[in-house]
């Protein structure tokens, strides 16, 4: 039985190191938030809306999430907060100018429900402006 173990072990401590190695290289190690974007892509995108924006770095975004209840006739599409408070749905950011926009980001459906209500199920889209 120990021959046996030790065989397991020399053949398998490889795959194990490289699996490890593997799974820490597709985290973020430049601190990269995928439900960000920011200033700086802001600023490099030459967009005119907030909305164009979105559509440019971070489409899913914008897209409908479906039927998400059974009994609870909710927003099936995101609503937008401009500087926490409630403007609307997706389509108002296109009244956003992105030459205004310092950060925009993406909150998914459990937490937009925590932070804001049930009835942002579908989540929260926050457009911070640089003039807070």
């Known amino acids: 039985m120990p021959r046996t173990r030790r065989f397991l072990v020399l053949c398998f ?15 973020h190690s430049d601190g990269a938030d995928r439900n960000v974007i920011t200033a700086d892509q802001i600023a490099a995108a030459n967009a005119e809306t907030a909305y164009d924006l979105i559509a440019k770095y971070r489409a899913n975004f914008l897209h409908s999430r479906g039927p998400n209840s059974i009994l609870l006739k909710t927003a099936k599409e995101p609503t937008v907060y401009l ?17 205004n926009i310092h950060e925009i ?24 402006t640089r003039y807070q």
Request: with cysteine; proline share 2%.
């Open 83 to 99: 500087d926490n408070v409630e403007f609307g749905l997706i389509s108002s950011l296109r009244s956003i100018q992105a030459s």
């Open 13 to 27: 401590a490889p795959l194990i190191t490289l699996s490890a190695i593997a799974c820490a290289s597709v985290n």
């Open 105 to 128: 980001r993406f909150i998914e459906g459990w937490d937009a429900m925590t932070k804001y209500g049930s009835d942002h199920v579908a989540g929260v889209i926050q457009i911070y």
